[in-house]
């Protein structure tokens, strides 16, 4: 069962219709008590992460999920999401993330418009390169735990794996057919 963290904002029913469309059984949550029997979380995102953090943190949330991830419960960050599993952004320099992935989320800056927005290729290390789309003013820098990259203006992380920590920057449930196979195939690791 998939815990499907409600914090009152973000990408909740693309989410929902994404893990409906496949067969995969979830429940919503918005405190840890709402998460009981759950064997994996899966964090969405869409806004500002000093208003993600602020709500996780008030809603009990913020420790719940360091100790599930602690506990190696099998933890996925969609957008904001992802960002939210660094120590910090510069969106909201003086709150922390949740500190599972070191390092900072940064803004982008230099390139044509922010927020990237659209379709933009991903790099796997496997070699293979697949289109998603994304929705994202800011981003994690390549680090060791990056397992895809894009471009916009410089090489950033499009995709973490660190043990059974995961991300996607970009949105699979948005993706089409490659977006849901990503997002499958996350659940059938679970």
Partial sequence: MIGLVDYGAGNLRSVCNALDHLGRKYKLGASPRDMDGTDAILLPGVGHFGQMMGRLEER??????????????????????????????????????????????????????????????????????????????????????????????????????????AGFQFHPEKSGPPGLDLLNDWCRSC
């Fill in 60 to 165: 009990g949330l913020v420790s719940w999920l360091r100790d599930r991830a602690a506990e190696g419960v099998p933890l996925l960050g969609i957008c904001l999401g992802m960002q939210a599993l660094f120590e910090t952004s510069e969106e909201a320099p003086d709150l922390q993330g949740l500190g599972l992935l070191p390092g900072a989320v940064l803004r982008f800056s230099g390139v044509p418009r922010v927020p990237h927005m659209g379709w933009n290729d991903v790099q796997f290390r496997d070699g293979t390169c697949e289109s998603f789309y994304f929705a994202n003013s800011f981003y994690a820098p390549v680090g060791e735990w990056t397992s895809a990259t894009a471009h916009y203006g410089r090489d950033f992380t499009a995709a973490i794996m660190r043990d059974n920590i």
